[in-house]
C-alpha cells in the first residue's frame, strides 16, 4: 500500500521524489485564455483527483510556462508555519514562491468551507504574475453543484474572469483511501496538452500514477504494514 506513517518515510519519500520537466504542450487558445485569467483576475485554477503522483509536475510545469510565482494548495491552514520553515531553510532559494494553504473549517458544511476556503485565497497576497490554485475537482467547477456553491463559483463573483483549469485523466491508478484506478481512453494519446474545449480548459494527462500518500494508520493497520 502506498502510505507514509511516520515522518522519516515522509522525508525519505521526499528525497526520492523525481522532479522532472513534463512535456506539456499549451495549444494557443488554451495559453490566452489562461493568461486572460490571470490578468483579469490574478487567478488561474486546476482541479486535480488527489493521489495521483504527476499532480506536482503538472503544477510546475504550469507555473512555468505562465511564469508564475504564486500558488494556493488545498492544504489544511494550520500547516502554513511548518512550510514557511522548509521554504526558509535555504532549500528553495533559488525559486521564490508566494504560497497560500487555504484548507480548514471542516465542521461547518460544505457551501460554508468554500466560502471560507474563497476568502483565504483572496485575502492573500497576489503575485505580479498570479496565482495557480490547486484543489480537488469537485470544489473548482465555476457553477453551482448538487454539493452546493463551491470555491470556483466564489472566486468567480470575488475574482470576475477567472477560469478553471480541469484535468482529464487516461488510465492509470491513483490514491483515495486505498489504492484506484482511472477508466478512461486517453492511453493512445502519447502527449500531455492543455486545450479548449466546448468553452472549457481541460488538461489531458494520458496514464496517472499512484502517488505515495500520507496516512497515520492505527493499531490493526500498523500491525499488518509492518509484515
Known sequence: ???????????????EFEVTDLDLAIEPSALSAAQRSLKESGLLLLGEVHGVR???????????????????LEWPSELAPVVSGFLTDGRLVDHPLGLTLFDGWNDVGWSLREASMAERIVMADTPEGGTLVVAGNMHTPMIETT???????????MRPGVRDIRIRYG????????????????????????????????????????????HVLGPA???????
Do not use: C, W
Open 221 to 227: 493497520k500498523a500491525g499488518r504494514h509492518a509484515r
Open 1 to 15: 500500500m502506498p502510505a507514509i506513517a511516520s515522518l522519516e518515510a515522509l522525508e525519505r519519500a521526499v528525497a
Open 54 to 72: 504527476e499532480n506536482a509536475l503538472i503544477v510546475r510545469a504550469l507555473m512555468t510556462q505562465l511564469d508564475l510565482s504564486g500558488l494556493a
Open 171 to 214: 488510465n492509470g491508478g491513483f490514491y483515495n483511501s486505498r489504492p484506484r484506478r482511472f477508466k478512461g481512453h486517453l492511453s493512445l494519446r502519447r502527449h500531455i496538452r492543455l486545450h479548449a474545449e466546448h468553452g472549457e480548459l481541460v488538461l489531458e494527462l494520458p496514464h496517472a500514477t499512484e502517488a505515495l500518500v500520507p
Open 147 to 157: 454539493l452546493g456553491l463551491p470555491l470556483g463559483a466564489r472566486l468567480a463573483e
